[in-house]
């Protein structure tokens, strides 16, 4: 097994099931309510809305590096404003989280390990290598996946 294969599973794992360290992203918002997910109860914090569209974002973005692009994120696109916040405007925003995330697992699994050692367009720095920044991305689902749990509890 190739190591880009072994770290589309790793991103697939983190944002479907099977982790090793718990659920994942969309067992986490499984059964949120468009009410549950654009609340705030926590003053100045993300929503769980604002969180899983911070999610696609990133995904997009390493997306478009993998593809060439030297990609930086805006305020706003970084952190989507939820301009609906309707049962179906929540449904929409999480097939775009799921679509946007089986896009990029297919793309890491497609990557030829021989470009894992490539720095990332953009991102000079002996560090940046997409082996750092794929790994960087399955962090930061579950970094975030933690702060969906808590808010969903509150």
Do not use: C
């Amino acid at each position: 097994m190739s190591e880009a294969i072994r770290i589309a599973d790793q991103l697939r794992r983190a944002f479907a099931g099977e982790a090793w360290h718990g659920d994942s992203v969309f067992e986490i918002l499984n059964g949120v309510t468009a009410a549950q997910a654009a609340a705030r109860p926590i003053k100045n914090a993300h929503s769980v809305w604002e969180l899983a569209l911070h999610i696609a974002a990133w995904d997009g973005a390493v997306l478009r590096r993998m593809g060439g692009g030297a990609v930086s994120l805006s305020d706003a696109e970084n952190f989507p404003a939820v301009k609906d916040a309707s049962d179906a405007a929540w449904r929409e925003a999480l097939a775009q989280v799921r679509r946007v995330h089986e896009e990029l697992i297919a793309a890491v699994a497609a990557l030829p390990d021989s470009r894992l050692d490539e720095v990332v367009p953009g991102k000079e720095g002996a560090h940046y290598t997409f082996y750092f920044m794929l790994h960087g991305v399955v962090q930061h689902e579950l970094y975030h996946a933690g702060q969906i749990a808590l808010l969903k509890k509150m």
